[in-house]
Each structure stands twice: as C-alpha cells, then as structure tokens.
C-alpha cells in the first residue's frame, strides 16, 4: 500500500514537473 | 518496485530541472523533505538527489539565458548578516569541531536554497510549483502515516524517516503545523471541485499525523492554527466542520494513554522534559551573559566543556526559577531556537534571528494591505503569516533556528515583497501616463 502511494507520489511529481514547465513556457510567449 | 519508481522518476525530473531553474528549486526543498534515500533500498539509494538538484539549480540560477539575480533587500541583508555572523561565531565557538562543522554546512545549504529561490521564485506559477513540492514532501509523508494513525486506532506512534530533519516526532509535528496553510493556499488557487476536497482530505490527514506523532508542541501547535483558521477565513462553516471533524474523531481513536500524555501540558513545572529545557534555556542564558558578542558557536553549548561549569552552579548563577540538578554528564539542546540561538551566536545572532522573522510579519502585512483580497497574493500572505506563527509557536519548544521550511517561508516572504514593489511601479507609471 505505501509502495503504491509512493508511486502516486512520484507520478504527480513528475507530472507537475512538466505541467508547470508548459505553463512558464506557454506564459513567456504570450 | 520503489528503485523502479523512483529512478524512472529522478531520470524524466531532470529534463525540466535542467530547463527551469524555479523546478530545480523547488525539486531540491522537494528532496530535502522527503529523503528519497530512505524510502528506496537498492541502487537508487546511490544517489544523492538533494546535491543533484541543487547542484543543477545553483547553474542554472547563474547560466540561465535569462541570469536571475539575488536582489538586495532587507530580508536577503538580514539572512546573509545572520549566516555570516554564526560563521564567525563558529570560528571562535568553542562546539566539537566535526559536528559544528556539519551543522554549520547545513546551514549554509539552506542559506543557498534560500538565495537560489529569492533569485529564481518570480511568477505565481513559480510559487505555486515549490509550494507543490513542500505538499508532495511533508503533506505526503503525513499523509500516509495520518491514514496510519486512523487505520490503528491511534495506537500507532508517528515518528519521522530516521536521520532525517523532521526525524524527530517534535520536529515533523512542526514541519506538518507548518505545512498545513501552505496546502490550504494551494486549495484556493484550484476551481476543480475533486481537488479542492482532495487537498482537504490532504490537510485532515496531516492533522491526524499531528495526533499520532503524541508531540505536545504539535497539540498546542494545531490548537493555535485551528484558532487562527477561524479567525481568518472567510469560509467559518468549512473551518467549523473540519475542525469538528478532527476533534471528534480523534477523541474517539486516540488511546488513553495520548490524553494522558497531553494532559501532562497543564502540568509542565512538575514534568521533567519540559524542566530539562528550562534548565537547557538557563545555561545558553549564562553562556550569553559570559559570552555576550559571539556565545558559544554553534553546538558550542551542547559541548560537555562548555555545558559543565554552568550546570554546576546552575541554582547559584540564575536564580528566579528553580530547577532540578541539571545533567552533568552531558551537554543538552536548547529546545527553543531564541535560546539556541543566544547560547551559540550571543546577542547578536540573537537581534538579528529577531529581525529576520520581524521584518518578514512586516513585509506579509504590507502584502496583505496592498493586494486586493481576493487575489491570491493576499492570501498567500495570510497563509505564510499562519506559517510563521506556527514555526514560532515551535520554536518555543525546539531547537530549528536553521531550518528548510523556515527559511522557505522567507523566500516566499521575499517573492511577495517584490511583486508589491513591482505592482508599485506599474501603478506610479499608470497614474503618470493618464497625468499626461
């Protein structure tokens, strides 16, 4: 069960990561 | 399955930690929160992701196509006096070197996450990221031993990842007291109805946490936010629930061993804990008297040396408070960051650890006159000011003067000093152009 909260974890993570980075990069060219 | 996890995410990490410094940022107080290396067992433990990310991120703070700066202002002047000043106070202290050493390293890598977030920490959506890493750090963590603390009846007692900053039960209790409006303000920057009750659950099950860790710091700590909760938000109804909710369940889970536990509060001057910090608050009291410019250094009190002759002629020194014979086999803690800090930095290191928590009330309460109230700069304001008065409701009882979260609190303090300034300026250019 932790294991699987730790993946989740890590997913959302990672996922924001890259959410965030679009974000600032969609913002700059506008 | 975790080294799977874990390598598979460090790798994708580095792509955006590589483009965008305020991810870097936020990825290393990420780490220094949820240490990684404890959570996994096999090769990914090899790797120290707290020095990558912040290796990465102090070069991409100076050879980003745009440089960031680290401007000056008087909370950045205030933390460097501060850092500068328990350096030369390690360099006279009299604390046993190789610890001193490591703390004082410590500290200097907090001093850098702060300098590298101040410089890099410029648009909400910056904000809004490193706010999301202290969530998937601390929140996370309390959020799983929180579903411990229900799933157990409360019989489990919550401690944090040995090794670990928040290791201690006092020190995560404190770090989750901490976190808790920070997730609250994050709840308020999402519409999407699934998250927001998502990030509520987040917050209930970090208080759980709180109860399950059996710090009475953290009790008193969750009682003044929960007052303060009512007293700020515009949503009493929710606040009311939620914190029902908490009182209820927990006064059904918790064992009776917890409320006899807590009730030890009221009785603070017989128990032995709390008169061994007493003790501790007295001898940094007489070591800053001794030592008035530059104390003991860091660790320098807990040094058996230095702890010895004060706990000798403790009763005979200070007298007003009595208290049992302290230890003499051992140096302590102050379990208080004013006294920590008086006892190693003397009066200076204390005047200015003073200031730099002054100054950032006084910056959040400029924030919140000049925002509008319904932007989310004001209530990120409203929230680091609860932050700041939970980190000083613990700081009575433990010793974290230098500490991550803190000194995160600042750098977001600095981020909305500077969007007033900037917001300033656009508004005098505005009212000049419609002058003309």
């Not at chain 1, 989740?8 to 965030?20: K, Q, R, S």
């Not at chain 2, 598979?8 to 990684?36: D, E, S, T």
């Not at chain 2, 904000?127 to 019989?155: N, P, Q, R, T, Y």
């Not at chain 2, 929230?383 to 409701?393: E, G, T």
Request: with cysteine; charged share 15%; proline share 4%.
């Amino acid at each position: 069960m932790e294991s699987i909260l730790f993946g989740i974890d890590l997913g959302l993570l990672v996922f924001l990561a890259y959410w965030f980075m679009k974000l600032d990069n969609n913002e700059k060219d506008n | 399955m975790r080294d799977i996890f874990m390598l598979a995410a460090f790798f994708l990490l580095l792509i955006p930690v590589f483009n965008k410094p305020f991810i870097g940022v936020a990825l290393w107080l990420w780490a220094a929160m949820f240490f990684p290396s404890a959570w996994v067992y096999g090769p990914a433990q090899l790797i120290r992701y707290n020095f990558v990310f912040s290796i990465i991120t102090i070069l991409g703070v100076f050879a980003y196509k745009k440089r960031a700066k680290v401007e000056a202002n008087a909370l950045t002047i205030l933390i460097t006096l501060f850092f500068i000043w328990s350096f030369i106070t390690f360099l006279t202290g009299q604390g046993a070197p190789a610890l001193a050493e490591y703390y004082l390293l410590n500290f200097l890598k907090i001093v850098a996450l702060y300098y590298c977030a101040a410089a890099v920490l410029v648009k909400k959506i910056h904000v809004d990221f490193f706010i999301w890493s202290i969530l998937l750090s601390v929140g996370f963590f309390a959020s799983v031993e929180g579903l411990k603390v229900i799933a157990s009846g409360g019989a489990s007692h919550i401690s944090g990842l040995p090794g670990h900053v928040l290791g201690d039960r006092n020190d995560l209790a404190m770090g989750i007291n901490l976190s808790i409006p920070l997730v609250a303000y994050l709840r308020e920057q999402y519409q999407n109805k699934i998250l927001k009750l998502g990030l509520l659950v987040v917050m209930l099950l970090m208080a759980f946490c709180v109860l399950g860790t059996y710090s009475r710091g953290g009790l008193v700590g969750l009682l003044v936010l929960g007052i303060l909760f009512l007293m700020e938000s515009d949503k009493k109804i929710l606040v009311i629930l939620s914190l029902l909710f908490v009182v209820f369940i927990g006064n059904y889970l918790m064992p009776p061993e917890w409320f006899i536990r807590m009730e030890t509060i009221n009785s603070a001057s017989e128990d032995g804990s709390f008169m061994g910090r007493v003790i501790a608050w007295k001898i940094a009291t007489l070591i800053a008297l001794d030592n008035p410019i530059f104390g003991a250094g860091i660790k320098g009190p807990e040094n058996l040396t230095v702890w010895l002759p004060y706990a000798l002629e403790l009763n005979s020194k200070l007298t007003g408070i009595d208290t049992p014979p302290p230890d003499l086999l051992r140096g302590h803690a102050a379990h208080n960051s004013f006294f920590q800090v008086l006892g190693e930095q003397g009066f200076p290191g204390l005047i200015l650890f003073v200031l730099i928590i002054l100054v950032s009330f006084n910056k959040l309460n400029k924030a919140m006159r000049f925002f509008p109230k319904n932007s989310s700069n004001y209530y990120l304001a409203k929230m680091l000011k609860l932050s700041l008065i939970m980190y000083l409701v613990s700081a009575v009882a433990l010793s974290k003067a230098y500490f991550d979260l803190s000194f995160s609190i600042y750098a977001l303090v600095r981020f909305l000093d500077r969007q007033v300034k900037v917001n300033n300026s656009q508004t005098i250019v505005k009212s000049q152009l419609a002058n003309i």
